[in-house]
C-alpha cells in the first residue's frame, strides 16, 4: 500500500525554473518541478550535494544489490502538484554587478592584467593581511571569461565592466499542494519532520523566495489523485478558498499511461558543478474535489 505525504509550498514570491541557472532571462515554470522539490526535501534532511542515488553495490551469491540512498528514496517517489491558487506571473527588471567592490586574492590569481593594474597598491602593503584594494570602474560581477590569446590561460574578458540587466520571472501569491508517493509511511513523516526542522535554509525554487507558514501538512493512505480529491483546497493569500473550483493537478504516471507527456525534471544529481536530470512522465487532469472532503486545520499561513 502506498502513502502520500501532501506538502504547501505557499509565498509571497515563488521561481521555478526550468531552463540554464545563470541565463540573462530567467523563466519561471508555472508549478515547482520534482527536482526542486526533491532538493528542497534534501535540503531539509541535511543530505550532501554529492551523494547518489544508491548505496554502492554489494556482491551476493554472484549478484551485485543495490540499496537506494535516502536522496534515491526521494527521487524515487511519485510526485504530483495541485494548483489550489496558481498565482500571478511577475517580471523583475534586475541589474547584476552594480557598485564598486574590493578585490580578493583570486581575482588576482585568476587574472594578471588585474594583479598587473593594482601592483602599486600590493607593494606598499604592510602586515600579514591581503588588506583592501580596489581598481578603479571594476565590478565584482558579471563574470566575462575569455582566453588570454598569449598565456592560453582562462582571464577575465575585461578589467572594466558595467552591470549586466536580467529579466527574471516570479509566480506572485501562489499556493500549491504537492504531493510524494512512496511505500514506506515511516520515511515519508521522517521527510515531514525534516521540512518542519530543516537542516538547511529552505526556498521556493530560489533563494530570495523562502516558503512561509506551514510547509508539511500530513501523510496519507492511497494514491495521489485520491489525496488530492479528497482534500480541500488551501486558504489563498487572502485566507479564503472558492470550493466550487476544480484546479489542475500534474501527477507522475508510468510513460504508458495515455495522454502522459515527458517532463525534463527527474532529479538524478545535485552536484553542484554537474547537475543532471532526465525524463518523468506526467498527465495533467482536473480535479473534482469530493463533498466530503477534509478541511483544513492549524495551518499557518
Not at 547518489?52 to 540512498?69: C, D, I, Q
Not at 515527458?262 to 495533467?284: A, G, I, M, N, Y
Request: proline share 8%.
Amino acid at each position: 500500500m502506498t502513502h502520500v505525504l501532501l506538502l504547501r509550498l505557499a509565498g509571497p514570491l515563488q521561481s521555478w525554473g526550468m531552463a540554464s541557472r545563470f541565463a540573462a532571462r530567467r523563466d519561471s515554470h508555472s508549478r515547482p518541478t520534482k527536482s526542486a522539490v526533491v532538493g528542497m526535501c534534501a535540503a531539509a534532511l541535511g543530505l550532501p550535494r554529492t551523494m547518489g542515488l544508491a548505496e554502492p553495490g554489494r556482491s551476493s551469491g554472484g549478484k551485485e544489490h543495490t540499496k537506494p540512498t535516502l536522496l534515491g528514496q526521494l527521487a524515487g517517489t511519485a510526485f504530483g502538484v495541485r494548483a489550489d491558487h496558481p498565482g500571478v506571473p511577475v517580471r523583475d527588471y534586475h541589474t547584476v554587478g552594480a557598485g564598486s567592490y574590493p578585490l580578493r586574492p583570486r581575482d588576482l590569481i585568476t587574472d594578471h592584467r588585474r594583479a598587473a593594474a593594482v601592483s602599486a597598491s600590493l607593494n606598499a602593503a604592510t602586515g600579514d593581511h591581503f588588506g583592501r584594494h580596489t581598481l578603479a570602474g571594476w565590478y565584482g560581477a558579471p563574470k566575462k571569461i575569455t582566453t588570454d590569446p598569449h598565456s592560453g590561460v582562462l582571464v577575465s574578458g575585461e578589467l572594466h565592466r558595467s552591470s549586466l540587466i536580467t529579466e527574471r520571472w516570479y509566480l506572485a501569491d501562489a499556493t500549491f499542494l504537492v504531493g510524494l508517493q512512496h511505500e514506506d509511511e515511516d520515511f515519508l513523516q521522517t521527510v515531514a519532520r525534516a521540512l518542519e526542522h530543516p537542516q538547511h535554509l529552505l526556498w521556493l525554487g530560489r533563494k530570495s523566495c523562502p516558503p512561509s507558514g506551514t510547509l508539511a501538512l500530513k501523510t496519507v493512505p492511497g494514491d495521489l489523485e485520491s489525496a488530492f480529491r479528497t482534500h480541500r483546497l488551501l486558504p489563498g493569500p487572502d485566507g479564503t478558498t472558492d470550493s466550487t473550483r476544480k484546479p489542475w493537478a500534474w501527477l507522475q504516471v508510468r510513460p504508458s499511461e495515455r495522454g502522459a507527456t515527458p517532463v525534463q525534471d527527474q532529479p538524478v544529481s545535485f552536484d553542484s558543478l554537474h547537475p543532471e536530470h532526465t525524463t518523468r512522465w506526467e498527465v495533467r487532469r482536473r480535479v473534482t474535489i469530493t463533498a466530503n472532503a477534509t478541511e483544513w486545520k492549524d495551518i499557518i499561513p
